[in-house]
Structures are given as structure tokens and as C-alpha cells.
């Protein structure tokens, strides 16, 4: 499907918007009496429904952090939010890229296909799809952000393809029409056993024709320090101290031009640039992990840079009892990385992973999105309708690009490099080359959704997406480990259909009980064929089902969407004269369809649709103001995510892919709690807060735990158990927030994330938390 054909499509749907305006305006009679309800103190205004809406008013699980409070915390990128947030599991320490990390939300959690977590900076969707080895999405810095939502459970009326398990929106400070505002931090902070960390940023509003025209820019520097050092690991002798560094550089700016009094068009653009010196794993048999000594004994350095430009156009346009908004984006990201496979080809190619000196196997690694985005929604804004209503229309395209080269010495010279890549690198030999995936997915949707207040403590939603999906994709590879060259291509499409229902009982302003039936999806694809070791050598179409043996008649070319559906009930309520506020739901989601990896023998992989899943669960939140002086919050969240059905590679494979009752990996319990105790102090407002955060260990048995599984390894433990606890304290004036804080108070070193290249290899790699860190925070508002 075409560009034009999109947009056709979408003004098309705009302008049944329009003609059905009048109907829903004439539906306002009586509705008078359905009054507002009175915002809590210090409540959070989200937009998780499209709409500005107080957060005890949305009738969705919700956590939400305003700049302030993302400040008070510490939060500095999206790993501090994951870990805030109960019911999302984040992970990082893949050794394949040193900046890769997985989000998921309600166990919805998947490496293969389509992501399962939406991830949004305003009104733009950035998640990526898995294609070559390396492909992951970018998270934009936390810094200058207006706030951050976190939308648990499937968001596929509103959000569509992506927003499976749910999804995380990153939302910018728009430009202020009449005032003057400031705003910068500044950070120095010292970690155990490694280097030192900084950070500088500022931010400034400034109204150029007040009423009409205002500019917002900002800018900022970070510099984590490193704390595993790289060594050559037959003589001990450094290499490169604290070697896991890394940098960020983040720019923003936005205009925002009224010309009229129902008009605002608000241009911007994101600009950031992640660098990362070395990956955050440590070889076990190199460290003294009790102690924080960490080190790896890498023959290259695994290195990261990471770059991404936004530029945005929103257009609001004010039509009375209603309003159209517009948002047209451009994604542009380019990530080069090198990867160490010295260790992972020594094994293959020696049989042991420890390499001899001279040795070195380094993968180079390109991952690239160029997505275009146009949304248009309409939607009510009259109070005093019993109808409140969004209709819209969806265009993306978005392409990807991934490449990878394995440079290699334990093979004999075959071909040059620059033969390859033409770029300059270092002549050597290979063992294989990703040159390269191109895929296409477009999208077109229409979406619509309807609250009817049919009294004034009863409403009901209903919402339904439409989607025309197309996927296309071209991969070449080559290589010794390929046998002859593959050039294949292939292309899937389908059209999902996701509804939501939902209903509120609102009986006064201080209670909400609220039910929701939501499906969500992700978009399916196609497999390329992979090599002669694996018996297939050409593109020839591939039909069957991966239940019969693998190989060329039984690998699917093509596999389609999964999908969820989700049961949810919750409250929100306000207690004690709306000093304790608490939000609850409970969760019951059918995952079906799963789109699943399948490793072959022969080192390739391919996704299929496998199985079923259930994930169940609950969550809760609290803020409590016990007096004027202390306040309480937390947040604790439980998820229980199996897999359903037994999964055979073929009826002829001694073992199983999956087992029926296998666990999803993630931390069951999640708990996150804070508290903060004001006082004067030398005549100006002190303070000191804690915050706490806890998940619990996995005992439940994963798939790669099974040793009913094939490819099961009962050396690579679950998830572990981890405490952590964190303090700062402070004093703020009029306009500066000067602050003391301690990260990871009691040193913990609990291991994260552990794995080895193959099941007989003894070198085992392994990541953890940043070692107890002391720093000093300056921040200034104006």
C-alpha cells in the first residue's frame, strides 16, 4: 500500500469524523447534571486516553511520573522507570549488542517478531522489530520530560500494533505562550570501585509574541562512569580500567505558533546520541563478585553508538465541541555496534572458548529505522455531553536495516573486508555476513471510541481499531557458517480487528470501580531462508508447519499475528479526606498464537506461531499524606505468566521446544516505596525521603530450565531476588533544589542476568547493579 493510498485513507476518516460531529452533539440533553470532579492535591493530568484526564479519573492500571517527582527519585533512564513500576520487566545483557535491552509489561515478553510494549516520545510510536541479531528499541534520556506514563495491559484501540502487553509514553513540555521558564540540573556523583559520573542540562521557555508564539529548547550531557574493567584475561594486565563508560547527548527543541484563538501548530524535534565504551557483563572467573571486582576478558571492546533524530509536526485545531489534532513524525535512528564473538567462535570453531592470545572474532553490527508516522483524530470536548467520543486515522511506514559481519581469525583467508563493506575497515577474514535485512512494515488504521455516560455514575466504552497490515523484507547472507550465498524475500499481510468494552461505576467524586475487556496484537512477518547447513540454499516458498521435522518443507515462510486478549477489573479511591489514595486492578490475559524463536542445529533461528499463554495478576498503588511533613507512597504488583501448551519441534524430536506450565522469565513480586519527611532548615524547606525497591526471586520453571526441553541449561538461574535502597536528602529555596543521595546503600551485587555461549562452555558472563553511589544533585526552576 502506498504513500498517497495512506493518506487518502486516513482524510477519508477524518472526514466521517467530521459529518458524524452533529449526531453525537445532539445527544447532549440532559447531561447537565453530570458534574466535574474535583482534582485531588497534587494529582498527575495524563493522556493515556488521547484526553487531559486526572490520573484517579482514568479507568485503566496507570503509573505516571511528573518531572518532579522522576527528579526526587533519581530517575535517569527508562531501566529507573522499569524498576519503579510493578508489573514491567526490563532487561538488559544481551552480549550480542552492548546496548540491547527488552521491555515488557504483564509477562507479555518476547524476543522474536514485533515488539510487545509500545514505546512513544508524544504521540509517535519508536519500537523496533527483530530482525537480523541485534535489533532492539530505543528509550529516550529522562531529562526535560513533562512526565512519563506507563500504560499497563493491551492499548490496541488507541495505540494498535505494538501496544500488546501495553506502552510507555515519554511526554515533552510544550512551549508556554506567556511566561519565562528555566529550568536546569546538574549532577556529580561517585561510584564504588568504578569512575566518576556527571551530568549538566538546561532547559528555557521564552514567549516571543506573548499569546502567539513561544520557542522551548534544551540540552543535556550525561556521563555514566564505568565499573568493570576490561583485562587480557591469560596475563591479567589491564586493558582498559572502568571500561563500561557511557555517554548521553540529548537536544530538544519546539515552537509553538497560535495564529488564531482555535488554532495551535507546534513544530519540534528530538535529537539524542547515546555512546557506550564496553557492555555492562563480567566474565565470573575474572571477578570477585562479593567484593565488586569486576572484569571481563574481552578481545574487543563491545561498543555501542546510538543515534536517533525526531522531528514532529502537531497541529490542535479547536471546533468548538470538538477538536482535531494532527501528528506527523519522521523516526530516524542509526546504531552501530561491535561486538566481542572471540570467546562464542573459539568454541566453535577450538572447541574451547578461551582463546589464544592474538585471537579476536569481532561482529560488526548496523541497526537503522527510518519510520514516517501521520495520525488525525477528532474527538468531543463538551463537558456536559453524555457522550463523550474519539474517532482517527493511522498511517506508518516504517522501514529497518540490519547488518552484521563477523570478522574472524580461526579461519583461513577467504575475503577482504573492504570487498565487502567498502568502508575501510581492517582487512581480515569472516565467517559470516548479514548484507543486509531491509524490511517494510506499513500500516493503515482507523480507529474509533465512545464513553456513554448513561447516568452520572455509569458509564460505558466501547472501542474498535481496524488495521490493514503489510510486511516485506529482503535478506542476503554469505559465509562460510552459510554455505552458498542467500538472497531471499518475501512479504506477509493481514488486517486486525482489536475492540475494547468497558464499564465505570463512579457512585461520588472519591470512588471509581471499572471493568475492561481489550484485545491487542502484533503484526506478523516472514521468514528468509537461512543456509545449506540448515538444507535450505535458495528462496524457494517453504509451506508447512514446524510440527513436522525442520527443515525445507516444514520451516514457515510466514507467520501472523498474535494476539491477547485481557480481562481487567480495578478502583481507584480516595480515602481519609483524600489524604490516602489508592489505585487497584486485577488482570487475567489469554496470549494466543505466540510468536515464538525456533533455533535450528545449524545456529539459525526462525519465528513461528507456537502455543498459548496465560498471564494473571494484580497491582496497587498508594500515596498517603500522613501529616503535613510526611508523605508515603508505593507501589506492588504481582504477575504469574505460563505457557499453556507443549510445543514439539517434531513428532520424531526426542525433546520438547516449550512445556505446558512453563514460566514466562520475569520477577513475580515487584514492590516500590517511598516516603519523604519535610522540616525547616535554616529557614528554608530541608528534606530527606527513602525509596525502596524490591522484586522477588523466580522459583517456577522457566522453558530454559526444563530439562524437558531441548537446548534447556539448569546452569542459568531464573530471576533473582533483589533489594535495593536508595536515600537523598535536601534543601530547596525559591528556586534551587540542593540535594545529597546515596544509590544502592547496601552494596548489593546480586547477580541480574547470567549466561555462556554454549551449554559445555565453563565461562560463564554475568551483569549486576551499579555498586553503591554517592553523588550531590543541584536543580534550578524558574
Not at 200 to 209: D, R, S
Not at 345 to 368: C, D, M, R, V
Not at 514 to 539: H, Q
Not at 625 to 632: A, G, H, T
Request: proline content about 5%.
Amino acid at each position: 500500500m502506498g504513500y498517497r493510498r495512506g493518506l487518502r485513507a486516513i482524510l477519508l476518516a477524518t472526514c466521517g469524523a467530521a459529518c458524524w460531529t452533529g449526531t453525537a452533539s445532539a445527544q447532549t440533553g440532559g447531561a447537565a447534571e453530570r458534574t466535574a470532579r474535583e482534582p485531588i492535591p497534587g494529582e498527575i493530568v495524563v493522556t493515556a486516553r488521547r484526553q487531559e484526564e486526572s490520573l484517579s479519573d482514568v479507568p485503566l492500571s496507570v503509573a505516571a511520573y511528573t518531572r518532579d517527582a522522576l527528579d526526587q527519585q533519581g530517575v535517569r533512564t527508562v531501566d529507573d522507570v522499569a524498576s519503579l513500576t510493578p508489573g514491567v520487566t526490563f532487561t538488559r545483557g544481551d552480549q550480542r549488542n552492548a546496548g540491547a535491552a527488552n521491555i515488557a509489561i504483564r509477562g507479555i515478553s518476547s524476543t522474536a517478531g514485533s515488539a510487545t510494549t509500545g514505546v512513544y516520545i508524544d504521540d509517535t510510536p519508536i519500537q523496533t522489530r527483530s530482525i537480523g541479531f541485534s535489533a532492539f528499541s530505543a528509550f529516550p534520556a529522562v531529562f526535560d520530560l513533562e512526565r512519563v506514563e506507563v500504560l499497563r495491559g493491551p492499548q490496541g484501540t488507541l495505540f494498535g500494533a505494538g501496544s500488546q502487553g501495553g506502552t510507555v509514553r515519554f511526554i515533552t513540555p510544550k512551549p508556554d505562550l506567556d511566561y519565562v521558564r528555566g529550568y536546569g540540573r546538574g549532577e556529580l556523583a561517585f561510584t564504588e570501585g568504578g569512575d566518576s559520573s556527571y551530568e549538566m542540562g538546561a532547559a528555557v521557555n521564552v514567549p516571543l509574541v506573548e499569546g502567539k508564539l513561544a520557542v522551548r529548547a534544551s540540552g543535556y550531557y550525561r556521563r555514566d562512569g564505568g565499573y568493570i574493567d576490561r583485562v587480557d584475561y591469560i596475563t591479567g594486565n589491564m586493558v582498559d580500567e572502568n571500561a563500561n563508560h557511557s555517554s548521553t547527548v540529548v537536544a530538544q527543541a519546539a515552537f509553538t505558533w497560535k495564529p488564531t484563538e482555535t488554532l495551535t501548530i507546534t513544530p519540534s524535534i528530538f535529537y539524542q546520541d547515546i555512546d557506550i565504551g564496553d557492555g555492562n557483563y563480567f566474565w565470573e572467573d575474572l571477578s570477585n563478585q562479593s567484593e565488586g571486582d569486576f572484569r571481563n576478558g574481552n578481545a574487543v571492546a563491545n561498543t555501542s553508538t546510538d543515534r536517533f533524530v525526531l522531528p514532529a509536526l502537531a497541529i490542535e485545531l479547536d471546533l468548538g465541541n470538538a477538536a482535531l489534532f494532527s501528528n506527523t513524525s519522521y523516526f530516524d535512528r542509526n546504531q552501530q555496534a561491535v561486538n566481542d564473538y572471540t570467546a562464542f567462535e573459539s568454541a566453535l570453531w577450538t572447541g574451547s572458548p578461551y582463546f589464544a592470545a592474538g585471537t579476536f572474532a569481532p561482529a560488526f553490527q548496523t541497526n537503522k529505522q527510518q519510520n514516517f508516522t501521520q495520525e488525525i483524530r477528532l474527538q468531543s470536548t463538551n463537558p456536559d455531553s453524555r457522550i463523550d467520543w474519539v474517532i482517527g486515522g493511522f498511517y506508518s511506514r516504517n522501514k529497518q536495516i540490519a547488518a552484521q559481519l563477523v570478522q574472524n581469525t580461526f579461519l583461513p583467508d577467504i575475503i577482504p573486508l573492504e570487498v565487502i563493506f567498502g568502508r575501510g575497515l581492517v582487512d581480515g577474514l569472516y565467517t559470516f555476513v548479514l548484507d543486509d535485512a531491509r524490511s517494510t512494515d506499513e500500516q493503515i488504521a482507523g480507529f474509533g471510541q465512545i464513553d456513554w455516560h448513561m447516568t452520572d455514575t455509569l458509564t460505558f466504552t466501547v472501542g474498535l481499531r481496524v488495521s490493514r497490515t503489510d510486511f516485506n523484507i529482503r535478506a542476503q547472507f554469505e559465509g562460510p557458517v552459510v554455505g552458498p550465498d542467500v538472497d531471499d524475500r518475501g512479504q506477509q499481510s493481514e488486517t486486525p480487528v482489536t475492540p475494547k468494552f468497558g464499564i465505570t461505576y463512579q457512585p461520588n467524586e472519591d470512588h471509581m470501580f471499572y471493568g475492561t475487556v481489550a484485545k491487542g496484537f502484533r503484526i506478523g512477518g516472514y521468514n528468509p531462508a537461512v543456509g545449506l547447513p540448515c538444507g535450505v540454499s535458495d528462496g524457494a516458498p517453504r509451506p508447512g508447519t514446524p510440527l513436522g521435522n525442520i527443515g525445507l518443507s516444514d520451516r514457515p515462510a510466514l507467520f501472523d499475528s498474535d494476539t491477547v486478549w485481557s480481562y481487567e477489573v480495578g478502583s481507584k479511591n480516595s480515602l481519609m479526606d483524600r489524604r490516602l489514595n489508592v489505585e487497584a486492578s486485577a488482570f487475567y490475559i489469554n496470549w494466543s498464537n505466540i510468536q515464538q524463536s525456533v533455533g535450528l542445529q545449524c545456529g539459525f533461528s526462525f519465528t513461528d506461531n507456537l502455543g498459548s499463554a496465560t498471564s494473571k495478576g494484580f497491582d496497587i498503588a498508594f500515596r498517603f499524606s500522613v501529616n503535613p511533613s510526611l508523605s508515603l507512597g508505593g507501589q506492588v504488583g504481582y504477575v504469574n505468566a505460563t505457557l499453556d501448551e507443549t510445543v514439539r519441534a517434531g513428532p520424531t524430536a526426542p525433546l520438547n521446544l516449550v512445556t505446558a506450565g512453563n514460566a514466562i522469565p520475569l520477577n513475580p513480586w515487584q514492590v516500590s516505596l517511598n516516603g519523604q519527611y519535610s522540616y525547616g532548615l535554616l529557614g528554608q524547606d530541608g528534606y530527606t525521603r527513602f525509596d525502596y525497591r524490591f522484586q522477588s526471586k523466580q522459583t517456577d520453571t522457566t522453558a530454559a530450565r526444563d530439562p524437558r526441553n531441548g537446548g534447556a541449561d539448569l546452569n542459568i538461574p531464573g530471576r533473582q531476588e533483589l533489594h535495593t535502597l536508595s536515600m537523598r536528602t535536601g534543601v530547596k529555596t525559591e528556586a534551587l533544589d540542593i540535594s545529597l543521595f546515596v544509590n544502592n546503600i547496601f552494596n548489593t551485587h546480586r547477580t541480574l542476568f547470567r549466561q555462556h555461549d554454549t551449554a559445555a562452555s565453563p565461562l560463564y558472563r554475568a551483569t549486576t547493579i551499579r555498586p553503591r553511589t554517592v553523588g550531590l544533585t543541584i536543580s534550578a526552576r524558574y
